[in-house]
């Protein structure tokens, strides 16, 4: 039986940041980087979290140079920094973010996932929990600015219902139609 090498390749890109994924809730993890309409997450080693540059903010463009990584077994893709600097700079605003970036935010829409399997959703309370989001939207008025969509299995079945809140990906699981108010003000108010 052979055995499957991931293949690496240097890749240097340009493109929006949208924002940053931290760990322990201080320290960057990632760079969340659009390019060509697409979201990208690259993991930045130590040595550049430290010394990243203190004007690098959400809606800037980055020039990131890194290694990425394809693992031939599950087929993901992993990307890793090697260098990150400001690519430009918009005149005539004050830090990076622009109104070019707060528009592109606005257009693409919040999205709520809710599994929606027959344990999750029938057996669980996923349909009470779907129910409660879509009535807490209508409360706050936020039926136009967040998606809900189901989905399939979130392959947490004995911790359902499941939710995911995107686009930053948090889990949720257990999740009770009265702690929907609670979740929808943490990430949305």
Not at 45 to 68: F, M, Q, T, Y
Request: aromatic share 6%; hydrophobic share 35%; glycine share 8%.
């Amino acid at each position: 039986m052979t055995k499957l090498k991931d293949k690496v390749s240097e890749f240097s890109v340009i493109g929006e940041l949208l924002g940053f994924i931290f760990k322990d809730g201080y320290k960057i993890k990632y760079l969340r980087i659009l390019v060509s309409e697409r979201e990208y997450w690259i993991k930045l080693p130590k040595e550049l979290r430290n010394n990243l540059d203190s004007a690098i903010k959400p809606g800037c463009l980055l020039k990131v140079n890194g290694e990425g990584q394809l693992s031939l077994r599950n087929g993901k893709l992993k990307l890793k920094a090697t260098e990150v600097s400001l690519a430009a700079t918009l005149p005539n605003i004050s830090g990076c973010g622009s109104l070019v970036a707060e528009n592109k935010q606005t257009k693409s829409k919040a999205t709520i996932l809710v599994c929606q399997k027959s344990t999750c959703w029938h057996k669980k309370g996923g349909k009470a929990v779907c129910q409660s989001i879509e009535a807490g939207l209508r409360d706050r008025g936020w039926e136009d600015k967040i998606k809900i969509k189901t989905t399939g299995c979130l392959k947490q079945c004995k911790k359902g219902p499941n939710v995911v809140v995107m686009p930053d990906k948090t889990k949720y699981s257990q999740v009770m139609p009265q702690q929907i108010p609670n979740l929808l003000e943490k990430h949305f108010a």
